[in-house]
């Protein structure tokens, strides 16, 4: 199947300060992206969409100004936790798509804010 | 409304068992369903997929999983556990006819395996 790379792995970061998260496909191009958080012990929570080179779609109740999603080219997406604090804590999972295939995840980014 | 439901939080089966996880969706296109097992602190993976065809569909690691349209069902299954098998299993479904719809989760079941 196709590879989805997300980084970084894991990242501490303190408050207040803003993190950024990487999300590539490398071998297929990714035209729709999704972003999505897994409090522990919980299933997967769509976060936002985006298309590449359109504003992303955020879901009701995610704060489209404290997590930044953009999607410039069609094998890179990037979300930035902006101002983090300790309920940003989280683990975060991206999945990257082209209109004739099923998503595929990249391996998440365990944040954590200190 | 569209969702994924995995009725069994936890499930505790013997090493050699059989196992059956259950998925129910209520979705109001076609649906895709996909079965993802997840270890602690990881990705995840897809154990295996329908889209359409045959309504038995074969995974990864001796997975099996069986589409029921009547029943809007599409449960998981392996005839015989094996100790790394232990993780936490999701249900997913998405739309077959909308390229960029994001799947929806169930909450997922987490498997022990007991010696």
């Known amino acids: 199947g196709a590879v989805v790379s997300q980084h970084p792995s894991r990242v501490i970061c303190k408050s207040g300060t803003s993190v950024k998260i990487e999300c590539r496909s490398l071998d297929f191009q990714a035209t729709t992206m999704f972003w999505y958080r897994q409090f522990p012990k919980q299933s997967l929570m769509l976060m936002a969409t985006s298309n590449e080179g359109s504003k992303a779609t955020y879901e009701q109740g995610v704060e489209k100004d404290k997590f930044l999603i953009n999607h410039a080219s069609l094998t890179l997406s990037t979300l930035t936790v902006t101002s983090a604090h300790p309920e940003d804590s989280s683990f975060y999972i991206c999945?990257?798509?082209?209109?004739?295939?099923?998503?595929?995840f990249g391996q998440g980014t365990r944040l954590t804010v200190v | 409304a569209q969702s994924v439901t995995q009725p069994d939080i936890h499930i505790t089966v013997s090493e050699g068992a059989s196992l059956e996880l259950r998925c129910n969706y209520s979705y109001g296109a076609t649906p895709y369903l996909f079965w993802y097992v997840q270890s602690p602190g990881q990705g995840l993976q897809l154990l295996l997929k329908?889209?359409?065809?045959?309504?038995l569909v074969q995974g990864i690691k001796g997975f099996e999983a069986e589409f029921k349209r009547s029943q809007s069902s599409f449960n998981l299954r392996k005839p015989s556990v094996h100790w790394s098998d232990a993780a936490e299993y999701f249900c997913a479904v998405g739309s077959a006819n909308q390229a960029g719809t994001a799947l929806i989760f169930g909450k997922g079941t987490t498997l022990s395996v007991s010696s």
């Open positions: 329908y889209f359409s065809g045959d309504t």
């Open positions: 999945s990257a798509k082209d209109p004739d295939t099923e998503a595929f």
